[in-house]
């Protein structure tokens, strides 16, 4: 198995898991299973999913019953995500009793009673994937998880589309919407300053020259999804909400909450209107609420469900 002290990027998705778990809209996820629901046994659909980090999607949707019958590819660009996705998708079918094959190249099959998965796993940049595949169209359903937000919208959102099969559905969820909140407060102008820049680091990032990613991507897809053709059947609030319970943190949320801690610090530092002094107490203090199990962080995003028009 991957060594996850070896990595802290893929800890901390292994640690998000729950926090995202929680998030997501329920009606959202119901409206999309009653959608496949009467496709299920007329022959396997086929999913694309971009950005599938660790391969969490693919439990979900398992355990929702929606991929029994189903040919599921899961791109990511980073070579280790890929790697983890492939062991922990292969543990995480053994412990529910299927059995798993590998099929070549990074290929898995499971079968089970009612059972009939195939899950290709493809190292890829998302623009690069979809340059390749243009004019097929061939996916029945195409879903983006935490992931929209980080990419140019405008540029990634007609490419996603141009992969899905008219009458095909999308589902697109966490897409963060412009709020980060940490309370307590500790001085609310300075956590305004520092919610602020952090937005506008999001919203001037660029990624191999490209822009990558906006602050405010779930209200935009508003706009955008009926532009490319998309007509939306459901949508619905998926905020993180991670505070201590009576036990503390559950799970390694504590660990989550220190990398977003060093996310926001990392993306405002040296930034116009912070100094370095008040960032550093920011921090330090941030982290020691973390350490005492007082930190409450919750970040707005929205979760979307729909189907591509004729």
């Given at each position: 198995m991957t060594d996850l002290s070896a990595s802290?990027?893929?800890?901390?998705?292994?640690?998000k898991?729950?926090?995202?778990?929680?998030?997501?809209?329920?009606?959202?996820?119901?409206?999309?299973?009653?959608?496949?629901?009467?496709?299920?046994?007329?022959?396997?659909?086929s999913f694309l999913e971009m950005g599938c980090g660790l391969g969490a999607m693919v439990g979900r949707l398992w355990d929702g019953g929606l991929i029994a019958n189903a040919d599921y590819t899961a791109v990511d660009q980073a070579p280790e995500h890929i790697a983890a996705a492939r062991e922990r998708l292969m543990a995480f079918a053994r412990h529910r009793g299927a059995a798993v094959s590998e099929t070549g190249g990074n290929s898995l099959s499971f079968a089970g009673p009612?059972?009939?998965?195939?899950v290709t796993l493809k190292t890829a940049?998302?623009?690069?994937?979809?340059?390749?595949?243009?004019?097929?169209?061939?996916?029945?359903?195409?879903?983006?998880?935490?992931?929209?937000?980080?990419?140019?919208?405008?540029?990634?959102l007609p490419r996603l589309f141009g992969l899905l099969k008219a009458g095909g559905?999308?589902?697109?969820?966490?897409?963060?919407?412009g709020a980060s909140i940490?309370?307590?407060?500790?001085?609310?102008?300075?956590?305004?300053?520092?919610?602020?820049?952090?937005?506008?680091?999001?919203?001037?990032?660029?990624?191999?020259?490209?822009?990558?990613?906006?602050s405010r991507t779930g209200r935009l897809l508003f706009d955008l999804l009926p532009r490319c053709g998309g007509r939306l059947l459901a949508a619905g609030s998926s905020d993180w909400v991670v505070f201590p319970g009576p036990q503390g943190y559950p799970g390694d949320e504590a660990y989550f909450l220190r990398h977003?801690?060093?996310?926001v610090e990392a993306a405002v530092?040296?930034?116009?209107?912070?100094?370095?002094?008040?960032?550093?107490?920011?921090?330090?203090?941030?982290?020691?609420?973390?350490?005492?199990?007082?930190?409450?962080y919750i970040a707005h995003q929205l979760d979307f469900f729909g189907i591509k028009e004729g």
């Open positions: 802290p990027y893929i800890r901390y998705l292994v640690a898991k729950s926090v995202d778990d929680r998030a997501l809209n329920r009606g959202v996820f119901e409206a999309l299973a009653q959608a496949l629901g009467p496709r299920r046994d007329a022959g396997p659909l009612g059972l009939a998965l195939r940049d998302m623009f690069d994937f979809a340059a390749r595949e243009q004019g097929r169209a061939a996916w029945d359903v195409v879903l983006a998880h935490a992931f929209l937000d980080l990419v140019d919208l405008k540029t990634a559905w999308f589902y697109f969820t966490l897409n963060f919407d940490f309370l307590p407060s500790l001085e609310p102008t300075l956590d305004a300053r520092i919610e602020s820049l952090y937005h506008a680091a999001m919203d001037s990032r660029r990624v191999n020259g490209r822009p990558s990613g906006s977003i801690i060093d996310t530092r040296g930034r116009a209107g912070l100094g370095e002094e008040e960032l550093q107490n920011w921090t330090r203090t941030r982290g020691h609420q973390i350490d005492r199990g007082e930190l409450v």
